[in-house]
């Protein structure tokens, strides 16, 4: 079982992915915006980073970046996502 940090701020994209990792049997750990994702990777320690381009606070961009810098975060993925645009 993997650890995901998952930084949305859209309720609904949360829950799909949440479910989505869920079933397939990932703890998921959820950030609302940039600096909190920033914070819990801290703490937990996550396996895999799935970030939102747009998040309050700090944009994806920027939360990726300074995931990179942290020594513990410096092989862990991080995968930028969005929902804006055409599906």
Known sequence: ???VLHIED???NLLLVRE????AGHEVIEA???LEGILL???HRPDLV???INV???DGYEVTLRLQRMHEMKSTPIVAMTSEGEP
Do not use: I
């Open 50 to 52: 799935l970030v939102d």
């Open 1 to 3: 079982m993997a650890r």
């Open 20 to 23: 989505l990792l869920y079933l």
């Open 10 to 12: 859209d309720p609904t």
């Open 32 to 34: 609302r915006d940039g």
């Open 56 to 58: 309050p606070e700090l």
């Open 41 to 43: 990777a801290k703490v």
